[in-house]
């Protein structure tokens, strides 16, 4: 997030009403995970004591959104997500999740130069009782969000051909690329 932008501040009241404070109007879970999928970060607070509250909402949209269905995490992973929280797993699993996440928003592009500034992170993690389950969940959720991407406006359809030869090699060159991460992922957890 750039400093010039500053977060949307909503006020959690004492009535656990939401006030927007941009509009001068109350606001539902909703209506702050559509402010966030449009692009906005938003920060919560509660009006009395001051703190910070929006990892709690934004964890509450994500299971109100689980709970409708609308599953984006699979079972595994959320079951590892709780295996994390042990004071041994604390300190890498937040950085990788951030690293995935990026490597997302950033495009398949980038997904090479990304695993490689994690392969230190990811000596330091094979070590950790769990690792392989782990590590095939990661694969699993890297795949599943690919293919979300590749149905994304402006990108590639799924099941069809480029539209020119370049596009074709660019495709051609990111699938030897997540090969390779794969098998080198594959390697590591050995």
């Known amino acids: 997030m750039s400093e010039s932008v500053k977060p949307l501040l909503i006020k959690r009241y004492a009535s656990r009403r939401l006030y927007n ?10 209506d702050i995970a559509g402010f966030i999928r ?18 709690q909402y934004l964890l509450q949209i994500i299971a109100e959104h689980e709970s409708r269905g609308e599953n984006v995490l699979p079972l595994e992973v959320l079951t ?11 300190s890498v699993v937040p950085q990788f999740l951030a690293m995935s996440f990026d490597m997302l928003r950033e495009g398949p ?10 392969n230190p992170m990811m000596a330091q993690m094979s ?6 389950a782990m590590q095939r969940q ?9 293919a979300g991407w590749a149905s994304m406006p402006g990108a590639a359809a799924s099941g069809t051909e480029p539209e020119d030869d370049e596009s074709a090699e660019d495709l051609s060159a990111i699938r030897r690329q997540l090969a390779a991460l794969e098998a080198k992922l594959s390697k590591m957890g050995k």
Request: proline share 2%.
């Open 21 to 30: 404070t941009e509009s001068s109007d109350y606001v539902t879970l909703e």
């Open 38 to 55: 449009a692009g906005r970060e938003v920060q919560i607070v509660d009006l009395k004591t001051g703190d910070d509250l929006t990892r």
């Open 80 to 90: 590892d997500l709780v295996r994390s929280y042990t004071a041994q797993a604390q």
């Open 109 to 118: 592009g980038k997904l090479a130069e990304q695993m490689n500034a994690m």
């Open 127 to 132: 070590k950790m009782p769990g690792f392989e």
């Open 138 to 146: 990661q694969r699993q959720f890297l795949e599943t969000m690919m």
